[in-house]
């Protein structure tokens, strides 16, 4: 089975950076969607950003311009950059695995199957 672990999740301050790492070792499949979702205390699960097999990024638009998804093949790792932090980001971040390609819609946290345990980040002053 697919196993993912995310880490670096931290306290920060407004305007701070965080990189938050999801190790995801070996996937089978050439096709795939990986991605970043979020969930704060009493909100719905967000789409962050995801990346597929070919290279293509989306984010949402509450973090266009702020955060940068990539992932690093050699090191099975997916990555999280994130810049300029708002108290809004304040949430669990997990990392997940789509088990075919094409659109990663980041509002299709429904269609990921393979799920990390979540690191969480929090924003504040």
């Known amino acids: 089975q697919v196993q993912l672990v995310e880490s670096g999740g931290d306290s920060v301050q407004p305007g701070g950076s965080l990189k938050l790492s999801c190790d995801y070792g070996?996937?089978?499949?050439?096709?795939?969607?990986m991605g970043w979702f979020r969930q704060a205390p009493g909100k719905a699960r967000e789409g962050v950003a995801t990346?597929?097999?070919?290279?293509?990024?989306q984010y949402s638009d509450s973090v266009k311009g702020r955060f940068m998804i990539s992932r690093d093949a050699a090191k099975n790792t997916l990555l999280l950059e994130m810049s300029t932090l708002k108290p809004e980001d304040t949430a669990m971040y997990y990392c997940?695995?789509?088990?075919?390609?094409?659109?990663?819609?980041?509002?299709?946290?429904?269609?990921?199957?393979?799920w990390g345990q979540g690191t969480q980040v929090t924003v504040s002053s």
């Open positions: 997940a695995i789509r088990s075919w390609g094409g659109d990663c819609d980041t509002a299709s946290s429904f269609q990921f199957r393979y």
């Open positions: 070996d996937y089978p499949y050439v096709g795939f969607c």
């Open positions: 990346i597929n097999n070919a290279g293509t990024k």
